[in-house]
C-alpha cells in the first residue's frame, strides 16, 4: 500500500516539477524527492500500525 501511494505521489511530482523554472530544478528536485521519501516512510508506519491493530 505505501508503495503504491508512493509512485503515485512520486509521478504526480514529477509531472509538476516540469513546471518549475530551470534555475531552480535542482532544489525543486531535492525537494521533491525528499517530500516523495517522507511520504513512503510515514504511509508504511501508518499502514504498519493499522495492520497490526486490526490483527489483535
Known amino acids: 500500500m505505501a508503495l503504491v501511494?508512493?509512485?503515485?505521489?512520486?509521478?504526480y511530482?514529477?509531472?509538476?516539477l516540469k513546471s518549475v523554472p530551470t534555475t531552480w530544478?535542482?532544489?525543486a528536485r531535492?525537494?521533491?524527492?525528499v517530500a516523495v521519501g517522507v511520504w513512503?516512510?510515514?504511509?508504511?508506519?501508518?499502514?504498519?500500525r493499522v495492520a497490526l491493530e486490526w490483527l489483535r
Not at 30 to 33: K, L, R, S
Open 40 to 48: 513512503y516512510l510515514l504511509t508504511y508506519r501508518i499502514a504498519k
Open 5 to 11: 501511494t508512493t509512485l503515485l505521489l512520486a509521478g
Open 30 to 33: 531535492v525537494v521533491g524527492a
Open 25 to 27: 530544478q535542482a532544489t
Open 13 to 16: 511530482v514529477m509531472l509538476t
